[in-house]
T-cell receptor, first 117, second 115 residues
């Protein structure tokens, strides 16, 4: 079964509004989660690293004030797209990892389709 | 230096054939090399992964070959099946704590297996 769950799987919002996407690790505590963005027929691009109890680390070119990331607990990270615009329409995917020596594995959520109209 | 280059962009294989996808990287500090399979509208699913201390890893029909000196690694899918039709991504990440979770992805290969 899925070890990382995302919600919602699909969301449509009006331009100018904000939308929140949740990422939960189901079977383990994830001190670190990652948020990716994927446009149709393209690869996954890392947006930010979400650290429990501290501020997220954003990749170059990603607007911190637009993509708010909160990692409130060891099993939940949220991505809020603020003042969404049509160009923010994309597939957002989170991943979570745990650090077991030599057995490091990263699992991805099912993704969330955001459509801004 | 963080780039991972993947080829081919698309691949068509007959059922029962071997699918081969290649990736090359520049950053010698990369320590973890996974391959992911992604179906349309779904998140990527881990297929198989390798670390640079081994040259080959096999799991079922999937094999990773790793050439550290050439900074290349490849995925071989034996006895390819129509159900294998998907997009495949190679990726790489750095060693150290949870840095391995910070993946750099290749561009992806769309695999089509004809029955």
């Amino acid at each position: 079964g899925a070890v990382v769950s995302q919600h919602p799987s699909r969301v449509i919002c009006k331009s100018g509004t904000s939308v929140k996407i949740e990422c939960r690790s189901l079977d383990f505590q994830a001190t670190t989660m990652f948020w990716y963005r994927q446009f149709p027929k393209q690869s996954l691009m890392l947006m930010a690293t979400s650290n429990e109890g501290s501020k997220a680390t954003y990749e170059q070119g990603v607007e911190k004030d637009k993509f708010l990331i909160n990692h409130a607990s060891l099993t939940l990270s949220t991505l809020t797209v603020t003042s969404a615009h049509p160009e923010d329409s994309s597939f957002y995917i989170c991943s979570a990892s745990w650090d077991i020596p030599r057995e490091n594995t990263i699992y991805f959520g099912e993704g969330s389709w955001l459509t801004v109209v | 230096q963080q780039q991972v280059k993947q080829s081919p962009q698309s691949l068509i294989v007959q059922k029962g054939g071997i699918s081969i996808i290649n990736c090359a990287y520049e950053n010698t500090a990369f320590d973890y090399f996974p391959w992911y399979q992604q179906f349309p509208g779904k998140g990527p699913a881990l297929l198989i992964a390798i670390r640079p201390d081994v040259s080959e890893k096999k799991e079922g029909r999937f094999t990773i070959s790793f050439n550290k000196s050439a900074k290349q690694f490849s995925l071989h899918i034996m006895d390819s099946q129509p159900g294998d039709s998907a997009t495949y991504f190679c990726a790489a990440s750095l060693a150290g704590g949870t840095s391995y979770g910070k993946l750099t992805f290749g561009q992806g290969t769309i695999l089509t297996v004809h029955p």
